[in-house]
Nanobody
Framework: QVQLVESGGGSVQAGDSLRLSCVAS????????MGWFRQAPGKEREFVSA????????YSAESVRGRFTCSRDNAKSTLYLEMTSLKPEDTAIYYC?????????????????WGQGTQVTVSS
């Protein structure tokens, strides 16, 4: 079992930046892939970005590439999502998740553990 707790959400203006954090506890995540998803009202949950914990390789959705950066701190078992140049369409609940799949997946169905989510609201 892996427990995930996100923090760092808030209400900002378009063009601002935010950093989300996700602390993992329980089972070691050193061999897993951790990622971020988001879900806006009335929409399906969508992939944002993910990282392979061991190598630090990242992959992201086209909609956030160049603006969002996923990283991790091994010593703190913490995943981060640095978000810059935020847009109103980035407004959503952001979730941290872990997959044991061992492949670079973007599908929410492949992720086994989820945090409770943190709200990000971007106003124009």
């Amino acid at each position: 079992q892996v427990q995930l707790v996100e923090s760092g959400g808030g209400s900002v203006q378009a063009g601002d930046s935010l950093r989300l954090s996700c602390v993992a506890s329980g089972r070691s995540v050193s061999t897993l892939i951790m990622g971020w998803f988001r879900q806006a009202p009335g929409k399906e949950r969508e992939f944002v970005s993910a990282i392979t914990w061991s190598s630090g390789y990242t992959y992201s959705a086209e909609s956030v590439r160049g603006r969002f950066t996923c990283s991790r701190d091994n010593a703190k078992s913490t995943l981060y999502l640095e978000m810059t140049s935020l847009k109103p369409e980035d407004t959503a609940i952001y979730y941290c998740a872990v997959t044991r799949a061992g492949v670079l997946t973007r599908s929410a169905a492949d992720f086994d553990y989820w945090g409770q989510g943190t709200q990000v609201t971007v106003s124009s």
